[in-house]
C-alpha cells in the first residue's frame, strides 16, 4: 500500500511540474529591442532590460572585471546585415553574442560567435571575433531601465549607445556606403534613357557632395547633369562643388545661373523653397573672391 501511494505522489508531483512549466509570465527584466538602417546596413541590438530598483549597479550587482551578458537574461546580441569597421576593427556581416568586462576607468567590449546562450555562463573567449576597449560616461542622468539605441552620426557612421543607471557607452561603427552606392549609380545610368540620365547624374553628384566623398567625380556628375539639362536645382549644385573646391569664382556663376533659371520658371518648386539659401550662398561665396 506504502509503494502505492508512494507512487501516486510521485505521479502528482510530476504532473504538478509539468502544468507549471506550462504557464507563462512575464519577465522581470523584459525583451527588447533597438534598430537602425544606417546606409543599406540594417543594425539590430536584442537584449533583456533590467531595472535599477534603487541598487548600487557597477561594481556590485555588475561586478567589476567579469564577463557580463550585457542586459539579463539570454546574452545581448547584435547583427549587421553587411560588413561593418567597429571601433576600427572589421568585422564580417551576422549576429554575435555582445559581452563586457566592466572596469572603473575603461571597459572591454567582446563580440562573440556564439550568439545563442544563457547568460554568460558559457562564454568561450575562444570564439571571441574581436574585442576593444572604451571609457565609460559616468554621472549622466538616471536611466532606471537599461536601454540600447542606435543612432547614426554620419551617413556611413554611427553608434549602439548603452544606458543604464548613471553611466553610458558608445560603440562606434562604420559602413561602406560608397561603394554599393557607386554600383548602383552606374547600374542606374545604363538603364536610364539618355534624355533622362541627367538627373541620374545630378543625384549622384548630390550624394556625393553630402558624403564628402570624391568630390572630382561629384564635379564631373554635376557638369554633366547641367549640361544635358539645366536648371535651378544642378546649377545651385554645382556651384556647392565648385565652392567645395576652392573656386569660389565658379560657384558664383553657377549660383548665379541657378537664380536665373529659377526666376525665369514660374513652376520651379525647389527654387521656391531654396531661393533665399541660394542667394545667401552667393553672396557668400562672392565675399571669399579677392
Not at 229 to 236: A, K, T
Request: hydrophobic share 40%; glycine share 6%.
Amino acid at each position: 500500500m506504502k509503494k502505492i501511494w508512494f507512487s501516486l505522489v510521485i505521479a502528482v508531483l510530476a504532473l504538478s511540474q509539468s502544468f507549471a512549466q506550462e504557464i507563462e509570465l512575464p519577465r522581470v527584466s523584459p525583451k527588447a529591442s533597438s534598430g537602425f538602417t544606417l546606409g543599406f546596413t540594417e543594425v539590430n541590438v536584442n537584449y533583456g532590460a533590467p531595472a535599477v530598483k534603487g541598487r548600487e549597479i557597477w561594481g556590485k550587482v555588475v561586478p567589476f572585471g567579469e564577463v557580463w551578458r550585457a542586459g539579463a537574461n539570454e546574452a545581448t546580441t547584435v547583427e549587421f546585415s553587411s560588413d561593418v569597421n567597429m571601433e576600427g576593427q572589421p568585422l564580417k556581416k551576422g549576429k554575435y553574442a555582445l559581452f563586457f568586462i566592466p572596469g572603473e576607468k575603461e571597459w572591454t567590449v567582446i563580440l562573440n560567435k556564439v550568439w545563442e546562450q544563457w547568460g554568460a555562463y558559457k562564454y568561450d573567449s575562444t570564439q571571441d571575433v574581436i574585442r576593444f576597449i572604451v571609457e565609460p560616461k559616468m554621472n549622466e542622468s538616471m536611466q532606471e531601465r537599461l536601454s540600447y539605441t542606435v543612432t547614426d552620426l554620419k551617413p556611413d557612421m554611427g553608434y549602439i549607445k548603452l544606458a543604464w543607471e548613471k553611466m553610458r557607452l558608445y560603440l562606434r561603427f562604420k559602413v561602406d556606403l560608397i561603394t554599393p552606392v557607386m554600383d548602383n549609380i552606374y547600374a542606374a545610368l545604363d538603364t536610364t534613357p539618355e534624355p533622362k540620365q541627367w538627373i541620374v547624374y545630378g543625384k549622384g553628384a548630390e550624394f556625393l557632395l553630402q558624403s564628402d566623398a570624391n568630390i572630382d567625380q561629384a564635379y564631373e556628375w554635376a557638369q554633366k547633369s547641367t549640361s544635358r539639362h539645366g536648371i535651378s536645382w544642378n546649377w545651385y549644385l554645382q556651384g556647392q562643388i565648385e565652392a567645395k573646391k576652392g573656386d569660389n569664382v565658379a560657384a558664383v556663376a553657377s549660383g548665379t545661373k541657378a537664380i536665373e533659371l529659377g526666376m525665369a520658371f514660374d513652376e520651379d518648386e525647389y527654387f521656391k523653397e531654396h531661393e533665399k539659401e541660394i542667394h545667401e550662398a552667393v553672396q557668400a561665396w562672392h565675399a571669399k573672391i579677392n
